[in-house]
């Protein structure tokens, strides 16, 4: 990293000389202008044009990320929070410029309270290293987006991925954060009580806000106890209206599946290849139950029932904690599985999220509509939510071939909202789904828009991310 | 109810000429001034001054809510949202006048959808309208506040209850909202998707906000499937600390109790004497397990194990629906059983939550207070939450009982919020809690101010409610 006197005279003229003073004096050289690093903190994993900011601030404290903000407030120059650069939807790129803030070096927990089945850790602190740390203590952070990513980067896309079905979102399992707005002023939302009726609920203000109202420099999140025991199982379905019919009865059952994973056979082979195994080439279900040993007996039992009527294989089981890993490393990889069946290719993943009773015709018609475009777009959902990804496979530079997946995914999107739900379950807007946040929400955005003003005025956190001002 | 032509002059000379003819001309005798209705708007089930608001609105669309909203607006006259007149804590008291909106006409259900688990209704809907209308599909909605509130008022309050341990509060189950703000402007927020990550979290805004943002007019409801088995029992401990042990452990291990009720030796007698039963006069608790028949047989198993090291006395069962509903009455009828101990006296209820850690000692010290100022205050709590309530039976024109009281609960809130916890579980704030939001919350208060003037910049809607502007 370079301290401020080795800035590049290109980039150095982008921001006002009192503010390179300032933040290089405050940070030494944890405050760089270095191209490579800028580039590095610009794009995210996403098809989504990168767009460096102009300088990096790599932080260790709240007080910190305050005056980060105090001075980049000062001069107007805007502010954008990075995690880990595992978001989808150009969540970090700096469309305006500005300084990207890294809190990836606040990375310590801070306390767990085990008996009250909570931690406070700082927002640089990845879930799989908060999960590391607890491992004897019989608790787990369930929450699990794929990526290794930071719990404060998870509050902010409101995260939440294939444990979700059973144990709910980011939104549920934020108990309070600490914040640092616009203004460069600190608050603490929530706090370590499970419910309140003490106000309005500013968690849930910052949870899924992207860095658009302020950074999160703290995260208390809801912790469980490792169940007794667990269980899974992957069950291949002749079509994939049996596989999601399987899924709409389990869940209108009430079964409380840990995890319930549908993958087409366009990326159930993509795994085989990609994690050398053998599954059958067909649409298949992955599950994981919790709880109990008869109460995994017991959810077995029921979800066999239920796959029977539909046409579903005997289960392959993966009982032992390395058979799990492994089976949930290949599901994980999916993205990565997608991307090695054409050597080059870029992804685009985009995810929608349906009412479950829509779920089989919205897949069905999507699916169609990608084999008469002859894309490669292997299908993966947390089915359980009524939530489905796609990631089209694409060369970018093919115009033609970026033009069918933009149409197909605006038509996906649409149809998605016509059946009552949201352009996006969990990779959130950044600026990839921001023309789509108005035809969901209709005059709410205006409502939304009021909230982003009180809070950023001068429109200087994250700009140009969920909504246009 | 009188038609404005029937308006009492001293009533009417306080709400503007031309704002009465409107409201007349669009509600007729919908729209009153009498003081009979006007008395019975302006106070709740609380022992806060009552303050009745000008004039009463009975609605029946949220058309009816734009127009009497925007009317109002346009004068400046404060908007009172009113449900069934439950709450605790002086919530619809018209503490600068105005015109009370009282939505218990706008009492459809809207549209069930089984497949998906959820409901649309009107506001005025009360939660027993909605289970009665259930009924036959199989399906219920578990938020219990203990009175038959509305729907629309649950929503406002962030109303929780005993079922909260399992299914959580207002603040997860609410999937959507109509809002009419402060401009006559409506607005739809969330959806039917059962997860979302599109934009700012606009139900969760108004889940709590108390009528002070907006008038909630529709809301979208997570259902649940009715379990297979339910059982209720009854289990006395030797001491209060023993039973609060019983569920920090029940808690921790991660056992899904659907409720977990705490009641102590005083409330106990309370409730005996009132609704005739004959439980052992100790601290007590109330069990209710949820499952299939085998899982509800391995939760009271697991549950025994740790009442029994506890010296909790054998269980008494009510497992017939006729049985458990007469204990849960028992239960909801504390409030009432707690004021027959003393007739003529009046209750001054409140409520704290703490982490479920702190549980114990907070309940401890609060009621070795009780005991010193040898105060009649009966406690109960939705335990397995960290959340209890204490009923101060007092004479309201005592004003050293009514200083006693203020003093306990100053104490008892602050010892709360000493503990990590908050000034309310569920009860809200109204204006009987506001002096504690400060404490609770700190900076963060000036971030709910931001809010509050973005949605309400003339403070019209329920003024002096929740924060000081």
């Not at 999220?353 to 015709?361: F, G, K, N, T």
């Amino acid at each position: 990293m370079n301290a401020p006197d080795a800035i590049p005279p290109s980039a150095a003229s982008r921001l006002p000389a009192d503010l390179l003073a300032r933040l290089g004096g405050l940070l030494g050289d944890r405050f760089t202008l270095a191209a490579a690093v800028r580039a590095q903190h610009g794009k995210d994993e996403s098809y989504h044009a990168a767009a460096p900011p102009d300088a990096v601030a790599f932080v260790r404290s709240t007080e910190e990320v305050q005056a980060v903000v105090k001075a980049c407030a000062e001069h107007r120059v805007p502010v954008i929070p990075f995690g880990t650069g595992t978001g989808l939807e150009g969540h970090v790129a700096a469309l305006h410029g500005g300084v990207t803030i890294d809190l990836s070096p606040m990375n310590r927990i801070l306390a767990v309270h085990e008996g009250d089945l909570d931690v406070q850790v700082e927002a640089g602190v990845t879930r799989k290293q908060l999960n590391a740390h607890l491992r004897d203590s019989g608790l787990f952070f369930p929450i699990d987006p794929g990526a290794d990513a930071s719990l404060g980067g998870m509050a902010a896309t409101r995260a939440s991925g294939t444990n979700a079905v059973r144990y709910g979102t980011m939104r549920e399992n934020v108990l309070g954060l600490t914040v640092v707005l616009s203004d460069g002023s600190v608050i603490k939302t929530g706090g370590r009580a499970r419910k309140s009726a003490a106000g309005y609920d500013l968690t849930r203000v910052f949870v899924g806000s992207e860095g658009t109202l302020g950074v999160i420099t703290e995260v208390t999140l809801r912790l469980y106890g490792i169940p007794q025991a667990m269980s899974a199982a992957v069950c291949a379905f002749p079509t994939i209206e049996d596989a999601v019919n399987t899924v709409i009865e389990t869940i209108q059952s009430g079964i409380p599946v840990a995890r319930i994973e549908l993958l087409d056979e366009v990326q159930l082979d993509a795994i085989n290849r990609y994690s050398k195994l053998d599954y059958a080439v067909q649409p298949t279900l992955f599950f994981e139950f919790h709880g109990t040993e008869a109460g995994v007996m017991e959810q077995v039992e029921m979800v066999k029932a239920i796959t029977a009527e539909h046409g579903g294989s005997a289960f392959r089981w993966a009982t032992q904690a390395e058979d799990r890993n492994k089976l949930w490393q290949a599901r994980h990889n999916a993205y990565y599985a997608a991307l090695a069946l054409r050597p080059g290719a870029k992804g685009w993943a985009t995810d929608v999220c349906v009412p479950i009773s829509r779920l089989a015709d919205c897949i069905s018609e999507t699916k169609r509509e990608i084999r008469e475009s002859k894309m490669l777009a292997p299908l993966v959902g947390h089915v359980g939510d009524g939530n489905f990804h796609l990631t089209y496979v694409i060369d970018p530079s093919d115009s033609a071939e970026m033009e069918t997946a933009q149409r197909l995914n605006e038509r996906m999107v649409h149809r998605a909202l016509a059946m009552g739900g949201t352009c996006t379950g969990e990779h959130g807007v950044g600026y990839g789904k921001i023309d789509f946040v108005e035809a969901e929400h209709g005059p709410a955005v205006d409502a939304m828009r009021r909230i982003k003003r009180a809070f950023d005025p001068d429109n200087i956190m994250n700009p140009g991310k969920i909504l246009r001002m």
